[in-house]
């Protein structure tokens, strides 16, 4: 099951309704049912405190027979982790969240990249998307689709990454240990449409920039 996650921080453009449409499941948490509101769409569930959705989204939402899940203020995660493992409880099997990687909270966005190491996801692809951003972790073999001259970052979320190899990238990596100390895997670039990194033991995140 394919599901989409709208978060509450801002985006810089507008979210394509059609990119929603093939989505099994549309969650909005708190603010990001605004961004939804803008392009016509409904969400199947809406998640959060309620503390940056307005009175009128809120009403509107409830009167289409949209579910509810209201969060308390004081609470021990983040409106996006409570959603997030609601969705794995229901059987996600991708996530796509947007509006995790925004500002202007710089707490929020560590905070949401982290969150893709937990073992909740071990079995589950997750994917935070922006305007000109996707991250996500390799998970030991991933395939990038993209464009040539987009940059490729590859960031040890653990103090070391062994055997790291890529395919399709400017400067290619060749059984390489990424270190969490060093920007070795920043800003290579895809050489073509499709790019492929395979790594070894260790937590590698990767973040493809397709603004170039």
Do not use: C, W
């Not at 989505?23 to 405190?49: I, K, N, S, T, Y």
């Not at 949401?112 to 073992?119: C, H, I, K, P």
């Not at 290619?172 to 449409?193: C, D, I, K, W, Y």
Request: net charge negative; aromatic share 4%.
């Amino acid at each position: 099951m394919h599901v989409v996650v709208v978060a509450g921080s801002s985006l810089a453009t507008e979210l394509e309704a059609g990119s929603l449409a093939a989505a099994d499941l549309v969650v909005a948490v708190d603010g990001g049912a605004e961004a939804l509101a803008r392009v016509g769409v409904v969400p199947d569930l809406l998640v959060g405190d309620m503390d940056s959705v307005s009175l009128r989204t809120r009403a509107e939402l409830t009167s289409k027979g949209v579910e509810v899940l209201l969060l308390p203020t004081a609470k021990d995660e983040t409106d996006t982790e409570a959603a997030l493992r609601l969705v794995v409880e229901r059987g996600a099997e991708e996530i796509t969240v947007y509006g995790a990687l925004g500002g202007p909270r710089l707490d929020h966005l560590i905070g949401n990249l982290f969150l893709l190491t937990s073992g909740l996801f071990e079995r589950v692809r997750v994917r935070m998307v922006d305007d000109l951003h996707e991250a996500f972790l390799v998970k030991g073999n991933v395939v990038v689709d993209g464009s040539r001259g987009d940059l490729v970052s590859l960031l040890p979320l653990t103090p070391a990454v062994e055997d790291v190899r890529t395919e399709g990238l400017l400067y290619p990596l060749a059984g390489e240990t990424l270190h969490q100390s060093a920007t070795r895997g920043v800003s290579n670039m895809m050489t073509g449409f499709e790019s492929r990194v395979t790594h070894g033991s260790g937590v590698l995140l990767l973040i493809h920039y397709r603004g170039r």
